[in-house]
Nanobody
Framework: QVQLVESGGGLVQNGGSLRLSCAAS?????MAWYRQAPGKERELVAA???????NYADSVKGRFTISRDNARNTVYLQMNSLKPEDTAVYYC?????????WGQGTQVTVSS
């Protein structure tokens, strides 16, 4: 199982930006970012395949960008124009050889 460590979360004002990082302990294949707000289900934010194809939740299209650095086994989530409704714990997910792994999560809080 791949070990995932997220970083980059924090407190930011409405309209601000943050960049999340997820470092994996081994080679990465399909990677994704999910988020979970209090009282809500975990939802997909963005995903990227090994070939670089991406998909995004409608709520973040045009504001968030997922990218990857295969040499560093790291995936990033650049978040711009943040809104209070983006406040959540953000989790990194790896799917490799049929095994799904999750990071411990990083808190993102957007103040209004």
């Amino acid at each position: 199982q791949v070990q995932l460590v997220e970083s980059g979360g924090g407190l930011v004002q409405n309209g601000g930006s943050l960049r999340l990082s997820c470092a994996a302990s081994g080679d990465i294949n399909r990677m994704a970012w999910y988020r979970q707000a209090p009282g809500k289900e975990r939802e997909l934010v963005a995903a990227i395949t090994s070939g670089g194809s991406t998909n995004y939740a409608d709520s973040v299209k045009g504001r968030f960008t997922i990218s990857r650095d295969n040499a560093r086994n790291t995936v990033y989530l650049q978040m711009n124009s943040l809104k209070p409704e983006d406040t959540a714990v953000y989790y990194c997910q790896s799917i490799r050889r049929g095994i799904t792994s999750w990071g411990q999560g990083t808190q993102v809080t957007v103040s209004s």
